[in-house]
Nanobody, 124 residues
């Protein structure tokens, strides 16, 4: 299972750090990702990182503001979010994809395991 945490209410320009801890299995051979879904919108990818950390992907609107990282020893993936904007408001989900060769998928259908989501609200 994946357990996301770290969401909350923050003013525009502020920062939050999301964490997603995995349990029940080792996710060291998995690509890990963060998705988000705002009301009325489809769930879309925010960032992803390969099992080794060598490959990352960022959605265009978060490039330069968000950083994804992982600690395989702790079975945890992080999303550092800086310079937050009201349009970043959404429920954020972590997800895992079995990818021992380092594939970094960007579609939600590539991911097999999902966390429960954590709410991020950015006020203007």
């Amino acid at each position: 299972q994946l357990q996301a945490s770290g969401g909350g209410l923050v003013q525009a320009g502020g920062s939050l750090r999301l964490s997603c801890a995995a349990s029940g299995r080792t996710f060291s051979s998995y690509t890990l990702a963060w998705f988000r879904q705002a009301p009325g919108n489809e769930r879309g990818i925010v960032a992803a990182i390969s099992w080794s950390g060598d490959s990352t992907y960022y959605e265009d609107s978060v490039k330069g503001r968000f950083t994804i990282s992982r600690d395989n020893a702790k079975n945890t993936v992080y999303l550092q979010m800086n310079s937050l904007k009201p349009e970043d408001t959404a429920v954020y989900y972590c997800a895992a994809d079995w990818a021992p060769r380092g594939r970094v998928g960007v579609g939600s259908d590539a991911y097999d395991y999902w966390g429960q989501g954590t709410q991020v609200t950015v006020s203007s």
